[in-house]
C-alpha cells in the first residue's frame, strides 16, 4: 500500500471513523460500520466490537495481531492483503473471495473457507488444524510453506494449483478423483496411500 496519510495512535473509535489510507495502532473500534468497502488501511494491534464483517470488501489491507475468533466474514472480498499474526480460530470466510492475499503466523484451527474462491493465495506459517477448504474454486496457486494442515477437509476442491509439499499434516481430506495436479513431497504421498487404503509392494 501506499504511505499511510496520518497514524491514528490509542483512540477509541466508531467503525463508521475509519478512514482509508490510515494507519490505526493500538486503536478500539466500537459500534457496527455500515461501510462496505475498506481500502488502504492498517489495523496493528487493534481490537473490534462488531463481529460480523460479511459481505465486506477489503483492498490493500495490512493488518496485524487482532483477536477474531469466531467473526463472521461470510462473502467478504479480499485484494492485494496481508493478514498477519492473527486470532482467527473458528473465522467464517465461506463464500469469499481472495486475490493476491497472503496470511502469515496467524492461528485459525477450523477456520472455513468452504465455497471460496482462490486466485493466488498464501498461507505462511499458520495453523490450519482442521480447518475446512470444501469446494473451493482456485485460479493459479495456493501455497502453505509451514502451516499446519492436520485434519483439514479439501473435499470436493479440484487440487490443481496446491502446493502442499512445505505443510505439515498427517491426516486430511481429499476427494481422489479432483487431487490431480496436487503437489505433495514423498512423505506426505505415502500418507495419502494410506489414506486411500492403496498399498504397495
Not at 489495523?43 to 493488518?63: A, L, V
Not at 487440487?159 to 505433495?184: C, H, M, W, Y
Amino acid at each position: 500500500m501506499n504511505e499511510p496519510i496520518e497514524t491514528i495512535t490509542d483512540q477509541t473509535l466508531n467503525m463508521n471513523q475509519i478512514e482509508d489510507g490510515f494507519y490505526y495502532k493500538h486503536c478500539h473500534f466500537e459500534s457496527i460500520s455500515d461501510s462496505m468497502n475498506f481500502s488502504d488501511i492498517v489495523f496493528d494491534h487493534c481490537d473490534f466490537e462488531q463481529t460480523d464483517f460479511s459481505r465486506i470488501s477489503f483492498t490493500n489491507i495490512e493488518w496485524n495481531h487482532s483477536q477474531l475468533a469466531g467473526c463472521d466474514f461470510n462473502m467478504s472480498n479480499w485484494y492485494n492483503s496481508k493478514i498477519k499474526s492473527m486470532q482467527l480460530s473458528g473465522v467464517d470466510f465461506n463464500n469469499s473471495y481472495f486475490s493476491n492475499t497472503v496470511f502469515v503466523d496467524c492461528k485459525a484451527p477450523y477456520v472455513n473457507f468452504s465455497d471460496s474462491r482462490f486466485e493466488k493465495v498464501d498461507f505462511t506459517n499458520c495453523d490450519l488444524t482442521g480447518g475446512f477448504f470444501q469446494a473451493l474454486k482456485v485460479k493459479k496457486s495456493v501455497k502453505f510453506p509451514g502451516s499446519k494442515l492436520t485434519d483439514a477437509d479439501l473435499g470436493e476442491t479440484k487440487l490443481k494449483g496446491f502446493e502442499l509439499q512445505d505443510s505439515e499434516f498427517d491426516n486430511i481430506t481429499i476427494s481422489p478423483e479432483l487431487a490431480r495436479g496436487l503437489i505433495v513431497n514423498q512423505y506426505q504421498a505415502a500418507i495419502l496411500i494410506g489414506i486411500f487404503g492403496i498399498k504397495v509392494d
